[in-house]
């Protein structure tokens, strides 16, 4: 369609072309017709139709405006005729802007909604398997320790027996091999949980010296059938009480101590602490915390400068080939220095080919807000009387059958008088009935198991204002199964496979009130 030109265009227009206009037969545009150019939509009692304006008055519908019109003016009104054309224009742009915008904003926020779902669906399904996993993890690792526990205590129990060299030779060997298995397993499924979940570190305070010196003597047999010597260095300025994670402290140390001794063939092993200050002074940070550091240095063959950083990857070691001298699976170090990262701290070494390495790690700890208080075990309690130990009653609760066998001979042995429970509700029974000095109780059991009966037997106690000692010995091993323990109110926890001597000494502290924080084993 030819549009008509409004009255001054036309003016210009002729004028242009030399031509005169009717002022009185010129018609003003305002707005775009709906329609196309070749079949123009008009309203009213006239029409449009090639560019010969002929409707004296009439409404046009047009796209997004509500109508537009063509009237006749007077080019008095041309500014404002334009300028309304020019608002009219403005308007179905913004409006046909803000359609698009809102389109778009919707189709974004589709997008985002289904990225949002599936995010989501794939965290639940991350954190499923992540449970399944650690599930997996728990169970397996209470199945390893639950025959281990049968056979290092039977193989105990018969070194306690009178034996031909020959004998104790082949028991010792079995011992051996045992216990390193056992050593192998603990690392894989540590390391596997630490891939797993999120460790925590608890804050209690402990004797530093106590802690350190704890860690290095459970080493002593193992240097000694080495002809080497452990020894232990505090420096000046030490705090004597700390606040911190002993437990972690205790397992760092264990290990790098364990691979000093391997390596080493000859000589000492030395583990001291030191401020970390230069100077041994005490540098606080601003929450009070200091840091110290910790060396193990053995003297092995050293490690070669390209092996320094490899042997803190999991299962790397320091020679991978066949002819190696040491076995492993490469993942002590691995372990070691994921816990120091979560003590606040950093693992290093220093080493020298031939002449030795020596492992730094540090370790942050608040000063404690208490003197420690140490309680004496005396009299026959501190020696292995069995007159003393002949008047206590020892309650087993076990449902492994083997495992009672064990831990029976265990406690007879020591002399002391012991009662057996199949499971939870059958211990109830007993403590309630009987005259129970200490309680030595598993955790997975049928009927009731140890947390459930523990809780029962704590709401019994709080009629009578008795308080009965009880330890898990158990094969839930974990940190997290430790805390459980304590937090259903059992005042320690003994992990299978259980060696005799840390059974007993657990046993005298538990009888001795010692501290629920000094009750747990390694």
């Not at 540098?283 to 200091?290: I, V, Y």
């Not at 939870?424 to 309630?432: D, I, M, S, T, Y």
């Amino acid at each position: 369609m030819a549009v008509a030109l409004c009255g001054p265009c036309q003016a210009a227009n002729n004028k242009v072309r030399g031509e005169g206009t009717d002022q009185s037969a010129v018609w003003h545009f305002v707005g775009y017709p709906g329609g196309t150019s070749a079949s123009p939509r008009a309203y009213g009692n006239g029409a449009v139709s090639n560019g010969d304006p002929t409707l004296a008055s009439g409404l046009v519908r047009s796209g997004p405006l509500a109508y537009a019109a063509l009237t006749p003016v007077s080019p008095r009104t041309l500014d404002e005729a334009l300028a309304g054309a020019l608002v009219s224009l403005v308007v179905w742009l913004l409006w046909r802007r803000a359609r698009q915008s809102t389109g778009r904003e919707r189709r974004l926020a589709a997008v985002a909604t289904e990225r949002t779902s599936e995010f989501e669906r794939e965290k639940d399904h991350v954190e499923e398997l992540s449970r399944v996993k650690s599930q997996f993890l728990a169970n397996m690792s209470h199945e390893i320790r639950t025959p281990m526990n049968g056979i290092v205590g039977t193989l105990e129990l018969a070194l306690m027996t009178e034996l031909t060299p020959e004998q104790r030779e082949y028991l010792e060997l079995c011992k051996g091999s045992a216990h390193a298995l056992m050593a192998l397993l603990k690392d894989m499924l540590e390391f596997s949980r630490m891939e797993l979940e999120k460790l925590d570190i608890e804050r209690v305070e402990f004797t530093l010296a106590s802690c350190v010196r704890g860690a290095v003597s459970t080493l002593d047999l193992a240097a000694n059938q080495k002809g080497l010597t452990l020894r232990v260095d505090l420096g000046v300025n030490l705090p004597d009480r700390v606040a911190g994670d002993p437990a972690h402290l205790h397992q760092i140390l264990v290990k790098l101590v364990d691979n000093a001794v391997k390596f080493s063939t000859e000589g000492e092993v030395v583990v001291s602490v030191r401020l970390e200050s230069s100077q041994n002074a005490p540098e606080e940070h601003e929450d009070g915390s200091l840091n110290l550091v910790f060396c193990v240095q053995d003297c092995g063959m050293g490690i070669p400068e390209a092996k320094r950083q490899a042997i803190f990857d999991p299962f790397q070691q320091g020679d991978g080939s066949l002819t190696r001298t040491h076995s492993g699976a490469g993942l002590g170090l691995a372990i070691c220095r994921r816990l120091v990262r979560l003590v606040g701290g950093r693992l290093w070494l220093e080493s020298e080919v031939g002449k030795g390495s020596r492992f730094y790690f540090t370790a942050s700890f608040l000063p404690a807000t208490q003197r420690g208080r140490e309680i004496p075990v005396t009299g026959p309690r501190a020696q292995n009387d069995p007159a003393w130990h002949g008047r206590l009653q020892v309650l087993l609760v076990e449902d492994n059958h083997v495992n009672q066998i064990v831990a029976l001979r265990l406690l007879e042995k020591r002399g002391y008088h012991c009662l057996v429970a199949d499971n939870g509700r059958q211990a109830l029974e007993l403590v309630a009935s009987a005259s129970v000095d200490l309680v030595l109780m598993d955790i997975q059991m049928p009927e009731m198991d140890g947390f459930e009966a523990t809780r029962c037997i704590r709401e019994l106690e709080k009629d009578s204002g008795a308080h009965v000692p009880i330890l898990a010995m158990t094969a839930h091993a974990t940190p997290t199964d430790r805390d459980a323990c304590l937090l259903a109110g059992m005042d320690g926890h003994i992990p299978k496979p259980v060696q005799p001597d840390q059974l007993y000494k657990m046993i005298d502290a538990a009888l001795s009130g010692t501290s629920r924080a000094s009750l747990v084993g390694p």
